[in-house]
C-alpha cells in the first residue's frame, strides 16, 4: 500500500523559511517522479513543483520559482520542500503526490497534507 506522509508544516512569518518533508512507503520511491501540489483556503488544487525520479530534474509554478526547492532523497525514500520568502499567499496545504511515471506529474497516491500558514 502507498504511503505518503507529509511533515514540516507551521506558522512562520513573512520572509520566513520552512522546509517540508514526505515520507514514502509501499513503493520502489526511486521509479517515480514526485510533486507538491497545495490548497489555499477557499480556492482550488495549484501544483507547485515536480522533480523526476532519479532527481536530476526539476519544475517550478511561477508562483514559486526562486523561492522553493524541491528534492528528494532516494535513499531514505523522502522528497522535500524548502520554502523561502514566505508570503501570506503561499498559506495552503501542502500535499506529497507520487507520479505513474519517472517523470512529469501523472499523480496516482496523495498524503493527506500539512497546514502551512503565513503570517505575522
Known amino acids: 500500500e502507498v504511503q505518503l506522509v507529509e511533515s514540516g508544516g507551521g506558522l512562520v512569518q513573512p520572509g520566513g523559511s520552512l522546509r517540508l518533508s514526505c515520507a514514502a512507503s509501499?513503493?520502489?520511491?526511486?521509479?517515480?517522479?514526485m510533486s507538491w501540489v497545495r490548497q489555499a483556503p477557499g480556492k482550488g488544487l495549484e501544483w507547485v513543483s515536480v522533480i523526476n525520479d532519479g532527481g536530476s530534474i526539476s519544475t517550478y509554478a511561477d508562483s514559486v520559482k526562486g523561492r522553493f526547492t524541491i528534492s528528494r532523497d532516494n535513499a531514505k525514500n523522502t522528497l522535500y520542500l524548502q520554502m523561502s520568502s514566505l508570503k501570506s499567499e503561499d498559506t495552503a496545504v501542502y500535499y506529497c503526490?507520487?507520479?505513474?511515471?519517472?517523470?512529469?506529474?501523472?499523480?496516482?497516491?496523495w498524503g493527506r497534507g500539512t497546514q502551512v500558514t503565513v503570517s505575522s
Open positions: 509501499g513503493f520502489a520511491f526511486s521509479s517515480y517522479a
Open positions: 503526490t507520487k507520479s505513474s511515471y519517472g517523470t512529469g506529474w501523472s499523480p496516482d497516491s
